[in-house]
Structure formats: structure tokens, C-alpha cells
């Protein structure tokens, strides 16, 4: 196993769902963690929770990924204590409304694209010379069955999560012959605030996505996250997928509450 105590954990949209339950898991095998996301209230309440329930080290910054200027004031700013990842999550990402891609708003594309391409590019950007500098470093990228097939409706999401898995596996090649690992996690149906989002805050609508099934959670994205980082460091886990049972593919879900 590849040991995480006084490792650096870097997790982007730390401040709900799958980056909140990496938080959690790496906190309770001994890393650091360095926490970002746009709503400072919520990395605050984390940072004493992790602080309270692991003794772990957490040090919070507020940051849009969709912004590289941020990014790179942010980074070249922290504490000298934290300026050397180790482990990179890029898991800061949403999707905005379900219709087809001529319905789509302007600000939806941008939002999609900007956050979950762009933001996810301009941070590996700006943490990766460190990791190469320090000879280690692991980038995992939280993609999705979005990334793996199209569906109705999410043309847009769907495209910037194909994107994902093209940068996973160009970012390998790019950084082939060095000890830096990269990995993908690719979720179906995890039951967070994404379809909340999605849905502008509609909860009845974003419940019926996981109505009568057993969906995945947070927790569980985060266990295999945290499997991926625990390898040796001659093991290079390059992408997983992972759904609930009752899900077969994007469209495919059984509803009957028995699975
Ligand atoms: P949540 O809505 O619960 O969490 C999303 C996180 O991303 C929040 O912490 C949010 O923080 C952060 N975030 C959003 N935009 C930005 C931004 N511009 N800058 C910084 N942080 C941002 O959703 P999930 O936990 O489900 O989603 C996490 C990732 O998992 C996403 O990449 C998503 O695409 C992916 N995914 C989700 C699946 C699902 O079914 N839920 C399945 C497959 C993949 P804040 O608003 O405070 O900035
Ligand atoms: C989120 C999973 O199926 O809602 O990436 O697109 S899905």
C-alpha cells in the first residue's frame, strides 16, 4: 500500500458530495488536505470536522476553478507548507439542465465547458510542475459514465466528461517516463447535490433520478478514489467505472426498488 500520512491531498469541490467524501477518507488515512471550492462557509465547517474527528492538518482556500488567475495568485500564495501536492482530485464539476444542445443557454455551455474542462485543465496545469520538481505526484480525475456514452439531454455534460477522459489518458502519455501517476474515477448515479444543481434547485425533479433505485454515494466514489492513491507507486489504476446495480448503462435503470 502507498501511504498517505503527511501526504498533501489537493481536492477541487471539496465543499459537497464526492470531493466532501474524499475529504473525509483521505483525512482518516493520515493525509493533509488542501480543500477548495467557492462556498467558504462549508470547507470551513469540513476543515473542523476533519480536524475534530481525525486530527487531520486542513488548510481551505476559496477558489472558481473557472478562473486561472485565482488559480495560480491562490497557489503561489499558500503557506510553504502546503505548495507540494501529492495527490491532485479534480473533482470540481457540475451540469446545468437537461435539453437537447440548440436549447442549451449560453451560460449553461459556458458553465459545463469552463468548469469541468477548462477549470480541471488550468489547475493540473498549475500543480503539475510542482509534482515533477518533487519527482511524485498523482492526478485523479473524476470523470463519469458520461464520459463513456451519450444520452438525451446531456449532450453538452456528456461532451465535457468525454473531454475528461481524453485529458486522462493524454495527461499519462504526456507524462509517460516520469513517476507521476494519473488516474480516472467514472461514476454513474451517485445521489449529491449534482441534480439539484442541474435542476436549479428543483428537489422534487432532482429526487426522481434516484427514485426507486439504490444509488451509489458519495462514500462509495471516495472509497475507490482513495484505492487508486493506496497502490504501490509501481501501480498506474488508469481509469475505473462504476455504477449502481440497478444501472446497466445511461439509460438503462431499473426502478423497482428491489436491486
Ligand atoms: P455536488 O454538486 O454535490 O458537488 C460539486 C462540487 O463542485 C461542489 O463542492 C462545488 O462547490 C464544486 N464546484 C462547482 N463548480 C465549481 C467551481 N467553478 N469552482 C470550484 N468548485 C466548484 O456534485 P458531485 O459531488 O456529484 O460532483 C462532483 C464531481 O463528480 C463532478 O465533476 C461531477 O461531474 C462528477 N460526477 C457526479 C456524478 C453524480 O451522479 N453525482 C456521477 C459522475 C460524476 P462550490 O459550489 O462550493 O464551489
Ligand atoms: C453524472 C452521472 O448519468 O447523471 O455524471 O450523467 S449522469
Wanted: charged letters at 20%; hydrophobic letters at 45%.
Amino acid at each position: 500500500m502507498y501511504a498517505l500520512n503527511n501526504q498533501t491531498v489537493f481536492i477541487t469541490g471539496a465543499s459537497a458530495g464526492i470531493g466532501r467524501a474524499c475529504a473525509q477518507a483521505f483525512a482518516a488515512a493520515g493525509a493533509r488536505l488542501l480543500l477548495a471550492a467557492r462556498r467558504e462557509d462549508r470547507l470551513a465547517a469540513l476543515a473542523d470536522a476533519l480536524r475534530t474527528a481525525h486530527g487531520a492538518e486542513v488548510h481551505t482556500v476559496v477558489l472558481d476553478v473557472r478562473d486561472p488567475a485565482a488559480i495560480d495568485t491562490t497557489l503561489s500564495h499558500l503557506p510553504s507548507a502546503w505548495r507540494t501536492v501529492d495527490v491532485l482530485v479534480n473533482n470540481a464539476g457540475l451540469a446545468r439542465a437537461m435539453q437537447p444542445v440548440h436549447e442549451n443557454t449560453l451560460e449553461h455551455i459556458d458553465t459545463m465547458v469552463d468548469t469541468n474542462v477548462k477549470g480541471l485543465l488550468y489547475v493540473t496545469r498549475a500543480v503539475v510542475p510542482g509534482m515533477l520538481a518533487h519527482g511524485r505526484g498523482h492526478i485523479i480525475n473524476i470523470g463519469s459514465t458520461a464520459g463513456h456514452s451519450v444520452y438525451p439531454g446531456g449532450t453538452v455534460y456528456c461532451a465535457t466528461k468525454h473531454a475528461v477522459r481524453a485529458l486522462t489518458e493524454g495527461m499519462k502519455m504526456d507524462l509517460h517516463g516520469t513517476p507521476i501517476r494519473v488516474s480516472s474515477v467514472d461514476p454513474g448515479l451517485v445521489e449529491t447535490e449534482f441534480s439539484r444543481i442541474r435542476f436549479d434547485g428543483d428537489d422534487d425533479r432532482a429526487a426522481q433520478v434516484y427514485a426507486g433505485l439504490h444509488p451509489l454515494t458519495a462514500t462509495d466514489i471516495a472509497d475507490v478514489v482513495l484505492f487508486c492513491a493506496t497502490r504501490p507507486a509501481h501501480v498506474n489504476v488508469l481509469d475505473v467505472v462504476l455504477m449502481p446495480t440497478a444501472q446497466s448503462s445511461a439509460t438503462m435503470v431499473d426502478r423497482s426498488g428491489t436491486l
